[in-house]
């Protein structure tokens, strides 16, 4: 059974930093595009952060653009977001993803496999 399982979120100040942690299981992501989305109750789900399978290819959304970076680690079968200079604004579940093949893509239908989410929460 393939599992997309995400940790690291939580409460935290304006301008703290958290980290999140996207952990995968029951096949190998090592040779797939995988990315970052969020998302609050009664709005459209949102691109945050794509990285290609090797990671040398690495997209955001302009929002996050210099505050968040994307990576990952084939060997663990885990991809990271490394969110920095939070703002209220960033509030949101943030879910991560993999693509069955392909490059990275924005686009949330791209990707076939989703993680249940994990809530940030960022107070002012």
Not at 51 to 56: A, L, P, Q, R, T
Not at 107 to 115: E, I, P, Q, V
């Amino acid at each position: 059974q393939v599992q997309l399982v995400e940790s690291g979120g939580g409460l935290v100040q304006a301008g703290g930093s958290l980290r999140l942690s996207c952990a995968a299981s029951g096949r190998t992501f090592s040779n797939v595009a995988m990315g970052w989305f969020r998302q609050s109750p009664g709005k459209e789900r949102e691109f945050v952060a794509a990285i290609s399978w090797n990671g040398d290819s690495t997209y955001y959304t302009d929002s996050v653009k210099g505050r968040f970076a994307i990576s990952r680690h084939n060997a663990k079968n885990t991809m990271y977001l490394q969110m920095n200079s939070l703002k209220a604004e960033d509030t949101d579940v943030y879910s991560c993803a993999a693509r069955d093949y392909g490059a990275t893509s924005q686009r949330g239908s791209a990707y076939n496999y989703w993680g249940q989410g994990t809530q940030v929460t960022v107070s002012s």
